[in-house]
Structures are given as structure tokens and as C-alpha cells.
């Protein structure tokens, strides 16, 4: 399949935390992960946030940590790779999804390592663009490179937020359709 399913996507969110965002300076990241976030909400697509290392980097912004259902998982790490931290793939595994919507800080390092362990087992791995980060452009560039080459399809939050609608007779098309108005 090329285009993403709201019944097949689970959403993976990388380290969107206070004090890399802060480091960043760059506002677009978080509006972005608000819209998709947001989105998956209103279609009951699942989420998942990790947060690497919070008590040195802080927790997840408040602003994203408002839009999250109540039954988000947050997930600590210290890896790099998400996949690596106890049970997380078992839990992306419960949830019987084949398709992971995935963004985030770094791109370069937590986004790009995960995303490629996440192909590594057998997940059609969609990478919102436009949500994901890192301080140096040239290591943003080199990170969605490398994710492409190892299988990943780059993507951004319209192109997501559509392929999840379908069409406009979708009935939380209006709903979803006004977070990026």
C-alpha cells in the first residue's frame, strides 16, 4: 500500500521535549505534531510518545501533552533507538498495526534509528517531514537520506491527514480539516 490507512497506522512520537525544542527554536515542529496528534485523536488512530532521558531534557511540551488521548502510553528511554527500551515493541506490536506514522526530534539520531529498526520489522514506516527536527540542517537532510534508502516513505501532515480522511464525506473531515485552516 502507498497511501496511509486511519484503521492500519499507529502514531509514533520521538522526544518532542521541552528543553530540545527549546534548543531548536523552531515552533513549526511542535504546531505540526499538534495537527497530526490532534488528528489521530479525532480518528481514533493510537499514539505512542517516547521521551528520551526527561529528568536531563524535560518532559514532552504541555501543549502536545494537552492533545493526547488519556490513554497514550509515554514511554522513558535512553536509547536512541526506541526499539531498544524494554517491551516497546511489544507494545507497538498490541496494537496490531502495520503502518507507523512516525516524527520527531532528531531526526538525525532518535526519529532516523527508530524508523529504521521499525522497517527492520516489517512496518511500512511513514515519516512526517514537516513534524521532525534537528538542530543542524545538513543533519536533518542526511537523516531523512538515510531513512528513505533504508525504506522509509517521507511524508507530511497534509498528505497524512488526507490519506487517513479519505474524501470529504469522511465524517471528521470538517473536524480534521479545520487544524490546518
Known sequence: MNT????????LIIDIQEKLVAALNKDVVVSNALKVATSANIL???IIVTEQYPKGLGCTVQSLK????????IVEKT???????????DKI?????????IFGIETHICVYQTASALIEQGYEVYVIKDACA?????EFK???DAMVA????????EIALFDWLKGAKNPKFKEVQALIK
Open 4 to 11: 496511509l490507512s486511519a484503521e492500519d497506522s499507529l502514531v
Open 44 to 46: 481514533g488512530i493510537p
Open 66 to 73: 494537552d492533545v493526547l488521548p488519556q490513554e497514550t502510553q
Open 79 to 89: 536509547y536512541f533507538n526506541a526499539l531498544l527500551e524494554d517491551g516497546m515493541l
Open 93 to 101: 506490536k498490541s496494537y496490531g498495526k502495520k503502518q507507523i506514522v
Open 134 to 138: 534537528s538542530r543542524n540542517k545538513y
Open 142 to 144: 542526511q537523516g531523512i
Open 150 to 157: 533504508n525504506g522509509a516513505k517521507i511524508s507530511c501532515v
